[in-house]
């Protein structure tokens, strides 16, 4: 599919996709900033839980709020161009909140899924998913592959 959706145009994609056949649809979410194996594999991952993945995506100012001045390193709308172009990504749709909490309501995914770093009663959106008869889990980082792992290498190199 390797489509890249409006946030306010969401709802209506997904209820067209669940109207031309029955579908299973995952979400998780994630700045995705420089992007590299471990995210990667963790897609992968989250695409064999549904028939239908989709990504959202932290918007350059959300991923300010969360990472601080000089984040992003890579812009919102090439982060969403690379990822919508994985096998495993579906759908990316940008949001700019600090959660993706209305992202989910509109989405409303049948699997909701993050990395091992979560615990699944801290995942946003849960009571959603779950009130709904959608289930929610957590998928194992890969060990040494993380965004904070690169910049740190890069750092010691410019020293």
């Known amino acids: 599919m390797n ?3 409006d946030f306010n145009e969401i709802e209506v994609f997904v209820s067209n996709l669940r109207k031309q056949r ?4 995952a979400f998780t979410n994630g700045c995705f900033d420089i992007l590299h194996r471990g995210h990667v594999e963790y897609l ?3 695409k064999e839980k549904a028939d239908v993945l989709i ?4 918007s350059d100012e959300s991923v ?3 990472k601080g001045e000089g984040r992003p390193y890579v812009s919102e709308g090439d982060r969403a161009f690379i990822l919508s172009r994985l096998e495993a990504v579906d759908i990316v749709c940008i949001f700019t909140e600090e959660t993706p909490l209305e992202l989910i309501k509109k989405a409303q995914p049948d699997v909701l899924i993050k990395g091992g ?3 699944v009663d801290t995942i946003v959106g849960r009571e959603i998913v779950e ?3 959608g289930t929610v889990l957590t998928i194992p980082l890969v060990t040494g592959c993380s965004t904070t792992s690169i910049l740190n290498k890069i750092k010691m190199q410019d020293r």
């Open 117 to 119: 770093d979560y615990t």
């Open 22 to 25: 029955p579908i299973k649809i």
């Open 3 to 5: 489509e890249i959706v």
């Open 64 to 66: 300010r709020l969360l």
């Open 55 to 58: 990504v959202g995506l932290n």
């Open 44 to 46: 992968e991952k989250a």
């Open 131 to 133: 009130s709904s008869g």
